[in-house]
């Protein structure tokens, strides 16, 4: 079994086929922008060289196996991943999950909220009971006895959520809609938290939670989603934690992390979250999170074919396995 594996998590930004509309107020790509945005993205994972990519923003999966095909690393991986289904007329994109590892069978979009969560929108008749974007699961398989769940996600963004024909024209309109996208993001956080608590309840499941939160590390909607405010006995519980905070080892001096710029305002909103089995200060531990990386020039540069997210890469090392408990290998 190796002794490191690589995730990393990318919102490509819009990959769809071209002449496929997407979006109202954007143009079809044409053949020449399509096989830009494609070669551009396969360089991109190259560069990567990650053992799990996390993709958000797909339009299309068969997008992606051209991606896979043009690129040098991945054109035998193995690929997760459903196209968006039409709702109301319009498509909203969905995410996917690539991996030089083995995965097992059986990998799954969960679309319905679980344990019956509805909640609410503003001045909306019917309550949310679906995540946007299906939540992707699918398990890496590392050996007989190491099989790490991933969960790929994308929450809601904080673009203001009109209705019935609704304009930033108004204050009270825009308010309004503004509200209903934070509503929507902690909605879609609590019925992801809901789904990882009843994964792991009566389990010790190594997890990678990783995607587009849509909002930073101490938002409330991603602290709901890592399960903290808990005190457990052991401090830990079905708790999980963001890469970045439990990295061994973050150089200050080199600190540049962001992977997403808005009116000239750069911000972490994409996160790889682990669960205790990665974090060293467990006694559950079989593994460690070295470093993370993000890769993030083009957020700045924009050329047209790149995405307007950087890339967040996470080495984790692995302890040996002749040490073990409950059959999770332990550090020697």
Do not use: C
């Not at 896979?68 to 991945?74: P, V």
């Amino acid at each position: 079994m190796q002794q490191e594996i690589r995730f990393a998590t990318f919102n490509l930004y819009n990959l769809a086929l071209p002449g496929m509309k997407f979006y109202d107020n954007l143009e079809p790509y044409t053949p020449a922008e399509y096989d830009a945005k494609i070669a551009w993205t396969a360089r991109q994972i190259d560069l990567l060289d990650a053992d799990v990519i996390g993709f958000q923003e797909i339009f299309s999966q068969a997008a992606l196996k051209d991606v896979l095909a043009r690129s040098q690393k991945y054109r035998h991986a193995q690929h997760a991943g459903f196209d968006p289904m039409p709702q109301a007329g319009r498509l909203t994109p969905s995410v996917a999950l690539v991996s030089r590892l083995p995965l097992a069978a059986g990998a799954a979009a969960y679309a319905d909220f679980p344990r019956n969560l509805s909640v609410p929108l503003a001045e909306v008749t019917e309550p949310m009971t679906r995540f946007t974007r299906p939540v992707l699961h699918a398990q890496v398989v590392l050996s007989k006895e190491l099989v790490i769940n991933v969960f790929v996600v994308h929450l809601k963004s904080k673009r203001p959520d009109y209705r019935n024909g609704e304009h930033d024209d108004d204050p009270y309109q825009l308010g309004t809609a503004v509200l209903r996208s934070l509503v929507r993001r902690g909605a879609e956080a609590l019925g992801l938290r809901y789904l990882l608590t009843d994964y792991v309840k009566g389990n010790r499941v190594p997890l990678v939670v990783m995607g587009d939160f849509n909002d930073v590390a101490a938002a409330v909607s991603t602290q709901l989603v890592m399960g903290s405010g808990r005190r457990g006995k052991n401090g830990f519980d079905d708790r999980l934690f963001e890469s970045y905070r439990i990295q061994s080892r973050r150089d200050p001096l080199r600190d540049v992390g962001y992977t997403h710029m808005h009116d000239g305002n750069v911000e972490t909103i994409d996160h790889v979250l682990v669960s205790e089995e990665f974090n060293p200060a467990s006694r559950f531990a079989i593994g460690e999170v070295l470093d993370v990386a993000y890769l993030n020039d083009h957020v700045v540069l924009r050329p047209p074919e790149a995405s307007d997210h950087g890339v967040v890469l996470v080495r984790i090392k692995l302890y040996g396995t002749e040490n073990s408990v409950n059959g999770l290998a332990t550090p020697s």
